[in-house]
């Protein structure tokens, strides 16, 4: 799908005419028109407002017809894990290092233990 298209398949989700659409963006509706049909590329400052109306990030409306693929973290380098994990809304987040931080905790008590009874 094209950019005209995504922004179409939102906006229709979003239950919105196009001239609602075009007034809260402040472009206009003949221009606006043009984007939807494809005769007319959309600028990225404009991208930007339809973003933000939509509440959603710039590379969530161009790929907007992509389906997400799962993730995963395990077989990628510290940094880039990190890195994901700070992608996670703030209780997801804290969630993820209460975890962690249970899973050290209990690896120091084991380590602890193992130290200690075998010195005895």
Do not use: C, W
């Amino acid at each position: 799908m094209s950019l005209g298209d995504n922004i179409k398949k939102i906006r229709e989700q979003k239950g919105l005419l196009q001239k609602q659409l075009a007034a809260e963006v402040n472009i206009p509706y003949t221009s606006y028109n043009k984007v939807e049909n494809n005769t007319r590329d959309i600028a990225i400052d404009e991208l930007e407002r339809f973003a933000g109306y939509f509440g959603m990030t710039m590379d969530q409306v161009v790929h907007f017809d992509v389906q997400p693929v799962a993730i995963t973290i395990q077989d990628k380098p510290n940094f880039e894990q990190i890195n994901l994990i700070n992608q996670l809304d703030e209780d997801d987040r804290t969630v993820v290092f209460k975890i962690i931080d249970t899973m050290l905790t209990k690896k120091k008590f084991k380590d602890f233990f193992k130290n200690n009874v075998a010195a005895l």
